[in-house]
């Protein structure tokens, strides 16, 4: 919920390699106040089983800049587990991102919805609403 002087973020993941919400995956939350400054870590969770992440962290007053810091490697790594369960023969490489950074700018009083659509080789992302 935001408020005249913060601003307030949410994300989801899909994993279009299935076409499911990806669930389990820990995102960290960083803030800066400008450009030059340093991030700030202010915290995390996990995505849901509907791949959105509720609870992360509010946004400290004056904040201008956020990034949000998805660990892909162990959901990939995970699911490449459960697959080779299922069928043996099946060699994934796992994923090609390890983690993926994304750092975006905001402004007071409003909200930013970003979510990541992901798959093993590659990602993408865009200002929800």
């Known amino acids: ?9 949410s994300t989801h993941i899909l ?3 299935v076409g499911r919400p990806a669930e389990g995956v820990a995102i960290s939350l960083a803030a800066r106040s400008g450009s030059g400054e340093q991030w700030t870590a202010l915290g995390g ?7 959105r992440c509720k609870d992360l ?6 904040t ?16 490449q587990a ?3 369960q299922d069928a043996p023969r ?3 490489s796992g994923a090609f991102f390890p983690e993926v950074a994304i750092a975006f700018a ?3 009083g409003e909200h930013f919805h970003v979510p990541l659509l992901l798959n093993p080789f590659g990602y993408s992302v865009y200002r929800g609403s």
């Open 90 to 92: 099946v060699r994934d």
């Open 1 to 9: 919920m935001s408020t005249q002087t913060t601003a307030s973020v």
């Open 45 to 51: 969770s996990a995505t849901d089983a509907d791949g």
């Open 15 to 17: 994993d279009t390699s």
């Open 106 to 108: 905001v402004v007071p």
């Open 64 to 79: 201008t800049h956020v990034r949000l810091d998805f660990e892909t490697e162990a959901y990939f790594s995970k699911k």
């Open 82 to 84: 459960e697959a080779q």
């Open 57 to 62: 962290p509010a946004l400290p007053e004056g």
